[in-house]
């Protein structure tokens, strides 16, 4: 259910860059590329997807993606203020019209009272929009990475509609 729901998700999102003549990029660190493994199943993509980073420790965060160091020490690795900076730094390195990304907490260690397993921070990034999210997921490794991918997806999905908001 959840692949299929996936698939679902990308082949929306590509549609709709499509029509828009737009291309996307992903910056993840807690699904480690299952996004833009998603994206590249599908044949066809590649007008439209141009890639992803997998910017899994900070150090990648900081020098592929940009991120301040500062960012990390302040508020965490896990913060909407961190996959802003993501999102951004992934729109300028990869050179798209839209990055999204994704970093948390998947588990089964790492969590904090703070910041317990499933939490998870989102950013979408394009013209006009920038957008950011902290949710929370419950489950093992894999329903955090599955249900955060399938998220990730659904809000470009929306911020294509132009459907999205500023949550920060």
Known sequence: MSRDLLRERVLAAASKLRAREQTVAFAESCTGGLVAASFAAESGVSDVFHGGIVAYSNDVKFRVLGVPISVVRQLGAVSTTTAIAMARGARDVVATDWAVSITGIAGPSGGTAQKPVGTV????????????????????????????????????????????????
């Open 121 to 168: 921070c989102f950013a979408v990034v394009g013209p006009g929009v920038e957008w950011s999210s902290q949710q929370h997921f419950p489950g093992d490794r894999n329903a955090v990475q599955q249900k955060s991918a399938e998220f990730a997806l659904s809000a470009l999905e929306t911020a294509l509609r132009g459907g999205l908001e500023l949550d920060r």
